[in-house]
């Protein structure tokens, strides 16, 4: 048996002005990853107001870190910036994961090569069961890279055209964690 991973609730600072919804507008979880070292680096990056009118910024609202460490930073009744054209509607998990780290949209970086390791998924398991459990409506997942499939020019090339948003990528174990949690994957 494994033992069950911390559980933190660590709200950011902006919180209470993201816009209040009730747990039946929930439909769909959208799958994440950081694209950056560590958590630490992800609160960074969570914290940073890009929205001056409301002074919030773009964060998912669950952070699980390699060691199954699961972090609440925006509560489901909240609607994060996590996904353009679907927030309303969804709850954002973040996996911590290098991604494309540093090189983002550099067409010569675009592998994504770390894995994900087992307490993380199993993490994410148990979490999106929770959520089923809480959330009356939710029925649906989704990978950030399938909802966001806009190419932008790369950084090295600019004749060239990559994804902008990637995550969580090929090594995204979406079998293991649709055979354990009765969700349906986006797009059909
Ligand atoms: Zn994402």
Known sequence: MTVPA?????????VERLPLRTRDAIELVVVHCTELPDLANA???GER????????????HFYIDRD???HEWVPVE?????VRGHNPRSVGIELVNRGRFPHWLDSRHQTMDEVYPDAQVQALVALLRRLQD???????????????TD?????????????????PGPRF???????????QRLPV
Not at 78 to 82: L, P, S
Not at 173 to 183: G, I, K, R, T
């Open 68 to 70: 199954g460490s699961v």
């Open 6 to 14: 911390a559980f933190r609730v660590d709200p950011m600072p902006y």
């Open 151 to 167: 190419e932008v020019a790369a950084s090295d090339d600019p004749t060239r055209r990559v994804r902008r948003k990637r995550d």
């Open 134 to 148: 809480e959330l009356p409506s939710l029925r649906l997942v989704a990978g950030h890279e399938d909802l966001d």
């Open 173 to 183: 174990p979406w079998d293991a964690v649709l055979a354990a949690v009765p969700l």
């Open 49 to 60: 107001v890009l929205y001056p009118d409301s002074g919030t910024g773009n964060s998912g």
């Open 78 to 82: 909240r609607v994060a910036h996590h």
């Open 43 to 45: 609160r960074e990056y």
